[in-house]
């Protein structure tokens, strides 16, 4: 996840619109509450890979070269149009005309080369710094193109350039974004409280600002499942995408005030053991943490049915998808027997886990079907800020459970010990590079399967099940995706009456 994501004025009053409207016509509203689970620390997509940041402000406040539709399909964003050279290592971007980022000053060609130079520095943090390593060059032959040659193909080349950590900044803002960003996009900052709220208002000067619906979106944290059901009942949220108590769906299916829908997200929900620290380095633990593991139990448990399970890293959605989840049967005799082998039994392993329901509640099964196969796992629940630093950041873990929510994210295991999962295998990063710079469909969907297949028989974790989009909107609220193929949701296209 492994994902992420307000000073509202009277909020209710809704901007009335000065109309005479015919008796009994619904007034359209033009502000809108989201409710989200999670807050990020900071508000820029190009150096936090907290999922919650994309959520709020990729596409709606900051815009990249392309964008992303819900079917998956790459459009066009910053860069009106482009074209391919024959041999597939030539982008030339044709840029969108007149726009300015949020501050009054003009984009150009120049924001491109700075925001590429700077994702691809030495000392660049940007999170999916992979996105730009297949990169050569550059250059601007003009203020209204840009061109980009690559070392090699790239099959995800033109969907990456759409993500958050691809967004396009200003140098003159890039050091304030942290906590005020600046962008091109529909919608401007406004403030962020933290704990408690954040804030935007329509960008009057986008170019296609006539079509959005909104003038003010606030995003409103809350973490607690109760607190979030509570929040939705007493009508203080308009949506809630991502909504954290899979168990009160029923009330709001049978509430008239309010639409439900399940969909699909690319958050793989893992297991995640520490492969550089003992006894993780071992793969028959790892396996026999893989037996001791009861998918179909922590789905209930955890997420009251509403999951889908995974044998391996990869979106069941997915067309390459290789259902893999009987290769290691839930077997606790054989579990025991594979600890006491490896010399483990009885051991003390800890489970740290982030504060979100999918994970809290599942380590709490996991502990207990641990201690059934013979391991004592001891769970501690930490704040967000603390895993990201002390678990994904300096891999102070044994092991962990997070969502992996962005898509064509199998790379990560090619990503070396310096990544949190600790893991390295020369001949899985071979078939990586395979995979990424296959631009045949059908030869990437075969080597795609024979990835899972690979992280599957080395156990490399505990995969558990695809992390689901389980949305809560009042009735009248339309434009939001039921399936989310990106960390973002554009809120353009959103309107509520």
């Known amino acids: 996840m492994t ?49 919650s940041i994309d959520g709020m402000l990729t596409q709606n406040v900051f815009e990249s070269l392309t964008t992303v539709a819900e079917s998956g399909e790459v459009l066009p964003a910053l860069a009106e149009s482009w074209t391919v050279s024959e041999d597939g290592l030539t982008y030339t971007f044709q840029l969108a005309q007149d726009v300015t980022f949020h501050d009054g000053t003009t984009f150009d060609s120049s924001d491109v080369l700075f925001s590429f130079n700077r994702a691809m520095a030495e000392d660049s943090v940007n999170p ?27 099959a995800f080349f033109l969907f990456n350039m759409a993500q958050g950590d691809a967004s396009i900044i200003a140098e003159e803002t890039s050091d304030t974004n942290s906590t005020n960003p600046v962008g091109t996009g529909p919608f401007k900052f406004d403030s962020w409280t933290r704990g408690d709220r954040l804030t935007l208002v329509k960008n009057p000067d986008w170019r296609d600002a006539g079509d959005v619906a909104l003038e003010q979106v606030e995003f409103r944290f809350i973490a607690d499942a109760a607190a979030a059901s509570a929040a939705m009942l007493a009508d203080e949220i308009d949506a809630f995408p991502g909504f954290p108590a899979p168990e009160l769906l029923p009330q709001f299916e049978a509430d ?13 929900v893992i297991l ?101 196969a013979g391991i ?31 898509p064509n994210d199998m790379g990560n295991f090619a990503r070396g010990k310096d990544y949190f999962y600790g893991y390295e295998d020369p001949a ?45 909107m009042k009735t009248g609220v339309e434009g939001f995706w039921q399936s989310a193929p990106v960390l973002f949701q554009p809120l353009a296209g959103v309107s509520v009456n």
């Open 256 to 268: 008239p005030r309010f639409e439900v829908t399940v969909g699909s997200t690319e958050g793989e």
């Open 128 to 154: 999916s710094k992979g996105y730009f390593a297949p990169i050569a060059s550059v250059t601007a032959p003009d203020a209204a193109t840009v061109v980009i040659t690559l070392k090699e193909k790239d």
């Open 428 to 472: 899985f990063t071979a078939l990586w590079d395979n995979i990424r710079t296959e631009t045949d469909p059908a030869e990437r969907e075969a080597l795609l399967k024979e990835g899972q297949a690979f992280l599957t028989d080395q156990a490399v974790h505990g995969f558990l099940f695809q992390l689901p989009r389980l949305s809560v």
């Open 3 to 51: 994902h992420s994501l307000r000073s509202l004025a009277l909020r209710g009053t809704a901007l009335a619109l000065c109309l005479a409207l015919p008796a009994g016509a619904a007034l359209a509203k033009s502000d809108i509450v989201i409710g989200l689970q999670q807050e990020p620390t900071t508000l820029d997509p190009t150096a936090d890979a907290t999922a």
């Open 272 to 372: 995640a053991m520490n492969n550089a620290k003992a006894p993780f380095d071992q793969i028959e633990v790892r396996r026999a943490v893989s037996h001791a593991i009861d998918r179909e139990e922590i789905i209930d448990g955890a997420l009251y049915g509403q999951a889908v399970p995974i044998g391996s890293f990869y979106p069941p959605h997915g067309t390459a998808y290789v259902d893999l989840t009987d290769i290691y049967a839930h077997d606790t005799d054989k579990a025991k027997e594979m600890f006491e082998a490896a010399g483990v039994a009885g051991s003390t392993m800890t489970l740290r886990v982030p504060p979100f329901p999918y994970a809290t509640r599942s380590a709490e099964i996991i502990q207990a079907e641990l201690a059934e």
């Open 376 to 406: 004592d796992a001891k769970v501690e629940n930490v704040e967000w800020g603390f895993w990201l630093d002390e678990v994904y950041k300096k891999k102070n873990y044994d092991m962990t459970i997070i969502a992996h929510t962005s």
